[in-house]
């Protein structure tokens, strides 16, 4: 297929054939390469199929947006969102439906859909180890728990979001199946094990950080970030035992400016090609079920997709629910 047909077929799809030039629209996201790679495969090729000038904006915030949408003034069109975040804030009003007219949801991961929102990406927390740092590398939660057997600083996620406490109870012993509704005594009392030793990252390209520079030799790691890391050389090992999956997801804020719009924004980047472009860029898997079958077979193996056997899904609609109470107690507990 020639680019210009290519085009051309989009454009006619989405609904924009001889249209004019419309009214920018915002796309926010949480910057860094992961935004880069949704700019180039999503945001300019919607552009130039829709003629509709895609502006990035970021990083997201849950306050900003919550607070648009009550000042009526809603700056954003479309956001990239936690999962859990997106299925507690359909809940409180923030976002509008989506248009499943234009969007096909048929054709997306229904984990990761609901009246509003559908999946951006998911990912998974594996462990990762700099095998030149450390004689043996952890490779299991209660491995990475085990401060006796694997001395050392170790990295986790900062934010209170699905990941940790999961790691935390699986390294406890709680069965996978059992994980939800989650045991937080049971889970801060693991975390409270090894608390002096964990560093904690609030970027990828800190955790990258970290684990390039053997200052955490090991830790909980976003798999494409691992993935990106040792394509600059660093002797990366990723175990994917029991990784933990969790997803972005794309929302329109409720009042947004440019709705029509947002909503073909969205169907295009979730179409098949766009994820997979952005999954081949970033090792992320995509959500729409036709990509895998357009990738090189060799880099669909290190997609969390093809890590099934002992994966554990977080329980997006729980963290939802518990999200407000949850954190409380995690900041609490960080703080003391």
């Not at 959500?287 to 669909?300: C, F, H, K, T, V």
Request: net charge neutral; glycine share 6%.
């Amino acid at each position: 297929m020639t680019k210009t047909f290519a085009i051309a077929v989009l454009t006619a799809g989405l609904g924009f054939a001889g249209a004019a030039v419309a009214q920018d629209m915002v796309f926010t996201s949480w910057g860094g390469t992961t935004q880069d790679a949704q700019k180039e495969y999503w945001a300019e090729t919607f552009s130039k199929a829709a003629k509709v000038n895609v502006t990035q904006d970021g990083p997201t915030d849950y306050g900003k947006l919550k607070a648009m949408v009550e000042a009526k003034a809603v700056g954003w069109d479309v956001v990239d969102v936690e999962g859990d975040y997106a299925v507690q804030a359909g809940s409180k009003g923030l976002l509008e439906k989506l248009d499943f007219s234009v969007i096909d949801k048929s054709k997306l991961d229904p984990r990761f859909v609901t009246d509003y929102s559908v999946g951006s990406f998911y990912y998974s927390f594996v462990i990762g180890c700099n095998k030149d740092a450390v004689d043996a590398c952890p490779k299991s939660w209660a491995d990475l728990f085990d401060a006796k057997k694997f001395p050392g600083k170790r990295t986790f996620y900062k934010w209170s979001a699905p990941g940790v406490i999961e790691a935390a109870l699986l390294a406890d012993g709680v069965p996978a199946d059992k994980l939800y509704p989650l045991d937080l005594d049971r889970a801060f009392k693991k975390l409270d094990t090894i608390k002096s030793d964990i560093v904690w990252w609030d970027s990828g390209a800190q955790s990258q950080q970290l684990l390039a520079s053997a200052e955490t030799p090991f830790g909980s790691f976003w798999n494409g970030r691992l993935t990106a890391l040792a394509q600059t050389g660093v002797k990366v090992e990723t175990s994917w035992t029991n990784n933990i999956t969790a997803a972005d997801a794309l929302v329109v804020p409720k009042g947004a400016k440019n709705k029509e719009a947002a909503m073909k924004f969205i169907a295009n980047a979730t179409s098949a090609e766009a994820q997979a472009k952005f999954a081949a860029k970033t090792s992320y898997a995509p959500i729409n079920l036709g990509s895998p079958e357009m990738m090189d077979p060799a880099l669909r193996n290190s997609l969390p997709d093809q890590q099934a056997a002992t994966q554990v899904n977080a329980d997006m609609n729980y963290w939802a629910q518990h999200r407000d109470e949850i954190g409380t107690r995690w900041y609490a507990w960080q703080a003391k």
